[in-house]
Structure formats: structure tokens, C-alpha cells
């Protein structure tokens, strides 16, 4: 099994840390879900930096630890049939496991993430 993790500069996870066994990457998987829009924010689950972790078995079979703004999002079903989609020949079954703790703040998202927020006209 290949183990993949990107680090910031201080040692701490820089995006999704992750571990493939199939066929499939990691960054393969990271960049299919770059396609999953955040339905309220309008910017992308991974730049969001609400994906935790991504994990690929031999079977190609994805769990992906995946928060989300708020834990009283009524949306994670419309993220879920996005994801499936985005992902969907690229492994054989997609499971989200939907985690809080950490909990989200606007520090996991990325530098493009901060660029696409600004021209939506946030702050961050």
C-alpha cells in the first residue's frame, strides 16, 4: 500500500491526507472532487478544505472523511449524489463518512479557495 500526504510548513496535514491500495490515486480522487460544489458557498468541497482524508482499498473503494461548514447542513445528500457523480468510474463505490471534529473553520481553506471567495465578494 502507497501512502500519500501533502505537508504545510509547519508539519501539519496541507489537504487531504490520504492512502491508496487500488489502482486509483489519492490525487486522482482529491481532483474528481474538485467537481463537488458546496451548494450554499458555490466553491469546491476540496479548496473548501473540507475533505479530512481520502482512503482507496484494493477493491478501489473510496471512504472519504469529509466535513462540512455547519453541522446542521441540510445539503449533504445534494454533496453526496455530486461526489458519487464526480467519482463514478474512477472507483467502484464511493462512502462518505461525515466527521466534525475537527471541527471547520475557514483556516482549512486553501489559497484558491480564499482567490474564488473573494471574487464571490467574502472576505476571508
Not at 482529491?30 to 479548496?47: K, Y
Not at 462512502?95 to 467574502?122: E, S, Y
Amino acid at each position: 500500500m502507497s501512502e500519500t500526504e501533502t505537508l504545510a510548513a509547519d508539519g501539519s496535514p496541507d489537504g487531504p491526507v490520504g492512502t491508496s491500495a487500488g489502482t486509483v490515486s489519492v490525487e486522482d480522487l482529491t481532483e474528481a472532487l474538485m467537481d463537488v460544489v458546496d451548494p450554499e458557498l458555490g466553491i469546491d468541497v476540496v479548496n473548501l478544505g473540507l475533505i479530512y482524508g481520502v482512503h482507496i482499498d484494493e477493491d478501489d473503494v473510496a471512504t472519504i472523511d469529509m466535513t462540512l461548514t455547519s453541522a446542521a447542513c441540510p445539503l449533504t445528500d445534494v454533496i453526496e449524489d455530486q461526489a458519487k457523480t464526480a467519482t463514478d468510474g474512477l472507483v467502484k463505490d464511493l462512502r462518505i463518512n461525515w466527521v466534525w471534529m475537527p471541527p471547520w473553520g475557514p483556516d482549512k481553506i486553501t489559497d484558491d479557495g480564499r482567490d474564488q471567495l473573494r471574487a464571490l465578494g467574502f472576505n476571508v
